[in-house]
């Protein structure tokens, strides 16, 4: 049987992926979107129910340009499939004032005249009650702020893209990728593809289609807990939070239903070999440094677990993202690295890949991002 050919394919449709096959199959053109696993699965880096988006940037103020399109994206993608993705519920910063979180927060808020304000302790506890603020540290709130929906961004661009004609196929592992005769082979354990373009979307499983960069992007064994509270509920007006402690980085989401709270911590992190095969058990002690900063920080809610879940940060040397053009294969283009803070982009991040693969260049302002300050 002749190998199928397309005119795009995407390697690995989580995040970033699905976004890129949403916006080929809206330009019209031949797509293949291939995964491992079905669509929304929680193998990766892209489940366990919300994820935080904001415009004040502490990590970098060059994604700000970014954020601001994926806020225009992600209401049109709620729009076009009917499902309530972003949810405003703000977000309140925590920490220091002569550390980085709350300078950062700061500095992008000022550049980019964000709608960000300082929140004294009366007001913190007229308006937040049930979080608490350590001696000399601060707070800052965005109103701006909020949660996505991971799970269903994911399936709304993935739904929509196959509504609008792109091929969507899971259970195919990809063994690896070659330019051979002027078009791009794709080797599967079960059939090979071809494409005219390749974009790789491939999350902590980078390496290994990326290998001949050496980018060595390290993967990270991250944990998600949700405890039980009666307090903290979304529909009581409660934000998303992000506290910088002594202790580490700890975030984490309105309660939303019987589960409770949802709290991370976002500093640390366990260096990983195997996504595919990882254990993904619970490590007692940070589970311990977690309920501390609960009992310290959040003390409404109590520390019983009512769901545990692992997902992988896929850390770039910089902790920025990368993507770019393969630099020996023009025709493949790639997000990798989005180290633990992409998921809120992903949206403009596959608006971007699509327009680099099919025009060669993206109107977004993405050059701080590539592969060349690497060295
Ligand atoms: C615990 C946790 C909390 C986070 N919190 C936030 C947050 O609050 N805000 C935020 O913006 N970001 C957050 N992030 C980061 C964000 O979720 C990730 O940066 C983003 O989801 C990564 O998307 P991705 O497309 O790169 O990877 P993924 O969504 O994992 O997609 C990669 C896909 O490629 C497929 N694949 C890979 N290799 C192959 C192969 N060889 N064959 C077939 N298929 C393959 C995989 O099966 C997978 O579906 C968090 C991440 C974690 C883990």
């Known amino acids: 049987m002749p190998m199928k050919h397309y005119d795009v394919i995407v390697i690995g449709t989580g995040g970033v992926g699905s976004a890129a096959l949403y916006h080929l199959a809206a330009r019209g053109v031949r797509a293949l979107g291939l995964d491992r696993f079905p669509i929304a699965h929680d193998r990766g880096s892209s489940h366990g129910e919300s994820r935080i988006i904001r415009l004040s940037y502490f990590e970098h ?3 700000v340009p970014l954020l601001k399109r994926s806020y225009e994206l992600w209401d049109a993608l709620a729009q076009a499939s009917g499902r309530a993705l972003l949810h405003r519920v703000g977000i309140l ?3 220091a004032h002569d550390r980085p979180i709350i300078h950062g927060v700061r500095d992008s808020a000022t550049a980019h005249q ?4 300082a929140v004294d302790s009366a007001a913190l506890s007229a ?3 049930g979080f608490q603020v350590p001696e000399a540290s601060s707070a800052l709130f965005e109103q701006d702020a909020g949660y996505l929906l991971v799970e269903d961004c994911v399936r709304a661009h993935a739904e929509l893209a196959i509504a609008r004609g792109a091929e969507h196929s899971t259970g195919h592992a990809v063994r690896g990728w070659r330019y051979e005769d002027g078009r791009v082979i794709v080797d599967t354990d079960s059939a090979p593809f071809s494409a005219d373009r390749l974009i790789l979307s491939a999350g902590p499983w ?3 289609l990326l290998a001949s960069l050496d980018i060595r992007l390290r993967v990270l064994r991250k944990h998600l807990h949700w405890f039980e509270t009666n307090g903290y509920k979304e529909t009581d007006g409660c934000p998303t939070f992000f506290y910088d402690t002594p202790n580490g980085y700890y975030y984490g989401f309105p309660k939303r239903d019987a589960l409770g709270l949802k709290v991370a911590e976002h500093s640390r992190g366990v260096e990983v070999d195997d996504p595919l095969n990882d254990p993904r058990a ?3 002690d940070e589970l311990e440094r977690v309920k501390t900063f609960l009992r310290t920080c959040l ?3 109590s520390t019983r677990h009512s769901r545990h879940e692992v997902c992988f940060y896929t850390m770039s040397p910089d902790e920025n993202f990368i993507v770019d053009r393969h630099p020996d294969h023009p025709e493949v283009v790639f997000a990798a690295g989005l180290s633990g803070h992409g998921f809120k982009m992903t949206a403009a991040l596959g608006e971007a890949l699509v327009e680099l693969a099919l025009d060669g260049t993206t109107s977004q302002p993405i050059g701080f991002l590539g ?3 690497l060295g």
């Open 93 to 95: 910063y925590v920490g």
């Open 61 to 63: 103020a060059g994604y």
């Open 371 to 373: 592969l060349s300050r």
């Open 206 to 208: 980078s390496n290994a």
């Open 299 to 301: 003390p409404g809610v």
């Open 282 to 284: 619970i490590d007692p």
């Open 127 to 129: 308006r937040f009650p």
């Open 114 to 117: 964000l709608d960000v304000t």
